[in-house]
């Protein structure tokens, strides 16, 4: 389905439409390949290193396979109204990240679709894997800091009192250029990576500490809701 706009979108999108039968249709909106511009294609080739420029085509084709995930988790976050206040929504974005690849990993074990074909997934997890391992190497002490603070409290910032960052922006100033929606992109993506577990059984402790323990499932505002790993430790222990 074409993006259409603005000229220069190349991210993907949930999109939740309330149908007149009470239901909600949930539609993934990809980037149209084939109405890629120069503009586009200059912004996809910024993503990747240097030894991976040359062929935005093949980084657009991989986003196609590892993004569907991360925003099949939006979809849940919308069916169990999970809402985050802030207007950078840097949980919601954290908690459809952290274990969307070890989602996708396990569609690709089951193997319910014929377009993962064998070892399709493996081929780019390790093509993102190198993406992630050269971006993290160029970014400042800041920029490292404040996205080891938003892994460290889950994109959950404070509302007034309490020991949460106001803040993950690096620095601690919130990012609202571009250039910093280009870093976000990469945490996520980094993030991903880095959660990427082998069984369905550690999956699924991962999806409950994001959609069902702590009152979550009853869905609300997750900065009201208990921290999940404060949470799971004081139910365990
Ligand atoms: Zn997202």
Known sequence: MPFGIPEYEISFAAQNSDQKDGSTEHVLIYPDLNTLS???ITLLEGEVPEHLKGRPYLHHLVRCIIVVSHEVLHFVQHCIA????SPLSWSAEHDASWPSLSLLCAADR???SSCLTPGLVEACLVYLSGICRSRIQEWTPEVTAACESWQLHMGLTAQGDG??????GPGGIDPEDAAFNETFR???ESLAIEGIVE??????VQLNLLFNW???REGGEVNALPHPLRFADEAEG
């Not at 020991?163 to 993950?168: E, G, I, K, N, Q």
């Not at 069984?199 to 699924?204: M, N, R, T, V």
């Open 186 to 188: 990469a945490w996520k």
């Open 163 to 168: 020991d949460l960052p106001a803040t993950h």
């Open 199 to 204: 069984s369905d059984a550690e999956l699924e």
């Open 214 to 216: 702590g009152g979550r």
């Open 38 to 40: 120069e503009e586009h």
């Open 110 to 112: 089951a193997c319910q």
């Open 82 to 85: 999970l809402r985050d206040a």
